[in-house]
């Protein structure tokens, strides 16, 4: 995906959309011709979900239903969506059929431990002292 972004981006500008949401389609339909990269931080929430909550206004079911066909049609323009954590993954993979890539934030400490800095400071050339 990344090196798909790097050649798109050499000749081309990209749409970067923080936390993808409804509210911002107009802007989506606008720059519908340029590569469009879509973010979910934190869980993926799609309107249709809260759908199921009991609420003192029945016109908001009206409107939730209404973001989710809004959100549909939005996604068609997507080329790339990140993600932080695989919860509702399968919803998401439902209505948007490109390419989905899982972006964490934070370490891997799995991949970086800590080492001992003098033994580093050595490996590198660098001063024990600094």
Known sequence: MIEAIVIESENNQIVLHLGVTVSLSWIIEQFKYLPILGTFHGTIHLPHQRIFKLRKNPLNYIYL???????????????????????????????????????????????FMLMDKKQCKRELGLSLYI
Do not use: C
Not at 68 to 96: E, P
């Open 65 to 111: 239903i209404a973001e989710q066909f809004k959100l549909k049609k939005i996604l068609r323009y997507y080329d790339f969506i990140t993600y932080q954590n695989d919860m509702n993954l399968d919803k998401l993979k439902k209505i948007f059929g490109g390419p989905l890539q899982k972006v964490t934030m934070g370490v891997n400490f799995s991949h």
